[in-house]
């Protein structure tokens, strides 16, 4: 079974430039999670779709980053402008089910490997 | 919110045992997540732990007390692989149900 992917592995811009990060969850799984996470700081929540709807996007920093996900299937993190403060690794993530329905294991979140984003 | 405290670094010893700990505040607390992450790669899921007590898969333990607030994360016999980051992660009833994660705990193994 493929795992979680993401891309681009890496991006490099300048800032005021506009970037689009993939996710593809596992297949089936209607739960996705972007989270990003600047040097030396901890893993942050950014927002959570269930299918195609937003469940959650308390953790969106500001206006500046959009996120779809039309179908249901893969989703993608625009950013625009980007900033200097954009810079970090985005990962993506997906579960079966939604965290703290069930409150036992297996509800996990498998994640990607993250985009690492640079903004010069 | 949550604050969540974890060592930055440890070092240990090849076939030797590590104990990795993870301290947390939170109101409402729904569950405790132990991510093991490689330079590079995805955090990839380790253990989870929502009741007091320890919960044991190979090579690696997970033990959670709800009402000190802490957990620790057990490697035994240490290979090379396990060189990684150790990020402890906290749900909260009162955020959503999304995991918190800690800064994460980068384990250098050495022979």
Partial sequence: EAGVTQFPSHSVIEKGQTVTLRCDPISGHDNLYWYRRVMGKEIKFLLHFVKESKQDESGMPNNRFLAERTGGTYSTLKVQPAEL?????????????????????GDEQFFGPGTRLTVL | GQNIDQPTEMTATEGAIVQINCTYQTSGFNGLFWYQQHAGEAPTFLSYNVLDGLEEKGRFSSFLSRSKGYSYLLLKELQMKDSASYLCAVRDRGGSYIPTFGRGTSLIVHP
């Avoid at chain 1, 970090?88 to 036992?104: E, I, K, N, P, R």
């Fill in chain 1, 85 to 105: 403060e954009d810079s970090g690794v985005y990962f993506c993530a997906s579960s079966q089910d939604f965290l703290g329905t069930s409150g036992m294991s």
